[in-house]
């Protein structure tokens, strides 16, 4: 049966079909193609879309409106306070008047609860840009990008590294139960992912060939992966008092020389971005200072290596994120 997602809202890898990722990947790919080749794809001229961000971003944003305006659309961008919304005006308030004049909108913002809510009044697609739950954006440029790295994603060993109970923890263990990899949560029992999520998990894996399993071994949970993949300890809207305590849970599952070696010789490493990889940040000079962590989450020996496919990953989102405008508003 053919997909068609059109008018459909982008909330949560959960609400999509394997058969409706697989297109949106493919789509993705023809729409790289086009861009590589320099073919005009503005197939949503006359149209207008907004971008809410109650949190800071650099690709979300900028994919966003580099997909928008490639697509020919209008695009309105609103940053963390500039507009109504929360403090003057509800959600359900502000998706109807911003349903009234754009046809979709975009927003990244703290509970998974908000974007809901925005979607269930806006009348339009509304598109999750991150939320404390999902990053279901992310997902998708994650999954094209391993498999123009190894051609395929079924039977892909993954394992996940840090605070997996976050939105990339969630997201990821959804993203690859789907798809039919096998995916490894390697983090503190404190931070695995909730069970009903891991339940929910391991029975959608059940049904592609994928496998869900949770270690708190380093050694078992990264031998043999073909990806390893990472994301900071501390996520946006987390207060800076529990910097400490994340440190001293996350410090053995950092990504390092060992890990990438106990890895599959072909395996690859994911970072969503931004990385604490260096002391080149405000916030990584900060904690260097304080705790004597001078790289995070992953090594620069990693993070700079040629098994690093970050960059690819980071260019990848603008190409998703054009398929899951285009799909849903076409
Ligand atoms: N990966 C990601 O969502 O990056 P931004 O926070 O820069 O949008
Ligand atoms: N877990 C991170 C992801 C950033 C893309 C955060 O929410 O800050």
Request: charged fraction near 25%; aromatic fraction near 8%.
């Amino acid at each position: 049966m053919p997909v068609n997602i059109r008018g459909r809202h982008f909330l949560k890898l959960l609400d999509y079909s394997p058969a409706e990722i697989r297109y949106l990947l493919d789509l993705a790919k023809d729409f790289k193609s086009m861009k590589q080749a320099g073919t005009p794809h503005r197939y949503l001229e006359g149209k207008n879309i907004v971008l809410l961000f109650e949190k800071t971003s650099t690709r979300t944003r900028c994919s966003f409106e580099v997909a928008g305006h490639d697509l020919g659309m209008g695009v309105t961008y609103l940053d963390p306070g500039s507009s109504q919304m929360g403090k003057k005006e509800s959600i359900a308030d502000t998706a109807r008047v911003l349903g009234r004049m754009y046809d979709g909108i975009e927003y990244r913002g703290f509970s998974q609860a908000l974007v809901e809510e925005l979607a269930k009044y806006a009348g339009v697609p509304v598109w999750n840009g991150l939320t404390d739950q999902f990053h279901p954006t992310q997902m998708l440029a994650d999954l094209l990008t391993m498999e123009e790295k190894f051609g395929t994603l079924k039977g892909l060993r993954f394992t996940y590294m840090g605070d997996a109970r976050n939105n990339m923890g969630n997201s990821l263990m959804i993203a690859c139960a789907k798809m039919g990899l096998h995916f490894t949560a390697c983090a503190p029992k404190e931070l695995f992912p909730a069970p009903e999520l891991v339940e929910t998990a391991k029975a959608i894996a059940g049904e592609s060939g994928g496998s869900v399993t949770l270690t708190e071994d380093v050694e078992a949970g990264t031998r043999d992966a073909d990806v390893i993949y990472t994301d900071i300890w501390v996520s946006m809207g987390e207060p800076d008092s529990v910097w400490e305590e994340r440190i001293r849970l996350l410090r053995p599952y950092q990504v390092n020389a060992a890990v990438m070696a106990n890895a599959k010789d072909s395996a690859i490493f994911m970072h969503c971005l931004p990385s604490f990889h260096d002391t080149r940040t405000t916030i990584g000079a900060e904690i260097a200072e304080k705790f004597g962590v001078p790289e995070m989450e992953v090594t620069d020996e990693v993070f700079e290596s040629s098994r690093s496919v970050v960059f690819d990953e980071a260019e990848n989102r603008m190409h998703t994120i054009k398929a899951v405008i285009y799909a849903t508003l076409c």
